[in-house]
């Protein structure tokens, strides 16, 4: 089957060639992002294989189907950038990779937590310049601190085992508990209680028009003065605005984020050379105590692999008329 691979940077065509010889797709590699503009691209070929920062709207799906795409293989777990409804009208296919490696968020986010508290990237910085003072790089403990996971499935468990592992104490708030985390001595408890218990919360709920913006001005005020946030999850989970006037008055002591609610625009690209016009994003990288890193949560070996490895073969059941458990049910609005 001729694939249309957009958003294609070295690391992805390394894994996906490997891949496919497995497989033996005509993978056509493409630099750039799938757009209603770049939709041509795709002229011939019978799947568009995206990322997620790629443009799925209406206008782009019709784009496509109307030069022959029939299925869309994401390459990512979450897919809150499909017009589902669109699709279904089109009569597309929807595929996904939904799991690939919980660890490699996880271990990410407890990451972020490290070194935000022990405030590595300062320090690096100040060795480098044969600056050796400890004032100013205080952190706290770990070991007995409460951690707020907000998102029990699969990169949430993973990550309520690593914290346990440090000596935390753990809440959640889940709609629907976790057994292994109950198991591990995870207590589940109602998103306010959680907030203002908690010395540090951590997203892995994803991105739904119910989801969207959980952490606003109105809920942030539950939060633990000076406690930490991590968001690995999905930018629209937190409200930009309303963090950095949380920054601002000091009831957010910390923020961890690897994906930022407008980062369609910034991320996965060099822009060291260009002038940011995103003032928002900015004025969040002037805080001393913020840490953003660019949706590299997913970003091991191993995840990269099972990426590959999944999505070749979602495109193979596609390919031979088999069904595809990874395919993403769609409803037709009318
Ligand atoms: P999952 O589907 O296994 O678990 C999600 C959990 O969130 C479920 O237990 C669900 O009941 C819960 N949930 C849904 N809505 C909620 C809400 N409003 N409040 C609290 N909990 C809610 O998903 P998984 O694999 O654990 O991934 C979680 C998220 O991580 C994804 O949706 C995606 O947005 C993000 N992600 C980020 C990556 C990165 O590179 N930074 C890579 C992969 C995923």
Do not use: W
Request: with cysteine; aromatic share 8%.
């Amino acid at each position: 089957m001729k694939v249309a691979v957009f958003s294609t940077k070295p690391y992805d065509r390394q894994f996906l060639e490997a891949e496919n010889l497995a497989h033996g797709h005509e993978l056509l590699f493409l630099e750039p992002r799938l757009t209603r503009e770049t939709a041509s691209l795709a002229e011939g070929c019978a799947a568009a294989c995206v990322f997620i920062n790629d443009t799925l709207n209406g206008e782009t799906l019709r784009a496509i189907a109307a030069r022959g795409v029939q299925l869309i293989a994401l390459r990512s777990a979450g897919f809150n950038h499909v017009d589902l409804h669109v699709a279904a009208e089109l009569e597309l296919t929807v595929v996904r990779v939904p799991a690939y490696s919980p660890y490699a968020v996880a271990e990410h986010a407890a990451a972020l937590i490290l070194a935000l508290n022990r405030k590595i990237y300062r320090a690096y910085n100040r060795v480098r310049d044969d600056n050796f003072a400890l004032e100013g790089l205080l952190g706290f403990d770990l070991h007995g601190s409460t951690v707020g996971v907000v998102g029990t499935g699969r990169i949430g468990q993973c990550f309520a085992q690593i914290m346990h592992g440090f000596g935390c104490r753990l809440l959640a708030y889940d709609p629907y508990p976790n057994a292994a985390c109950q198991s591990l001595g995870v207590a589940y408890v109602e998103l306010p209680k959680l907030l203002a218990a908690s010395d540090i919360v951590s997203l892995h709920c994803p991105l739904t028009p119910a989801s969207h913006h959980l952490l606003n001005a109105e809920s942030l005020q539950h939060l633990k003065p000076g406690a930490m946030l991590i968001n690995t999850s999905r930018g629209g989970l937190l409200d930009t605005s309303a963090a950095i006037a949380g920054l601002k008055s000091g009831q957010i002591g910390y923020l961890g984020i690897d994906v930022y609610e407008q980062e369609e625009s910034l991320f996965f690209e060099d822009l060291s050379d260009t002038v940011i016009q995103d003032d928002t994003f900015q004025l969040l990288q002037s805080f001393p105590n913020v840490l953003i890193t660019a949706h590299q949560g997913f970003f091991t070996r191993n995840a990269l692999k099972n990426i590959a490895e999944t999505t070749l073969a979602n495109i193979t059941d596609f390919a031979r008329g088999r069904v595809c458990p990874n395919r993403i049910p769609l409803e037709k609005t009318s």
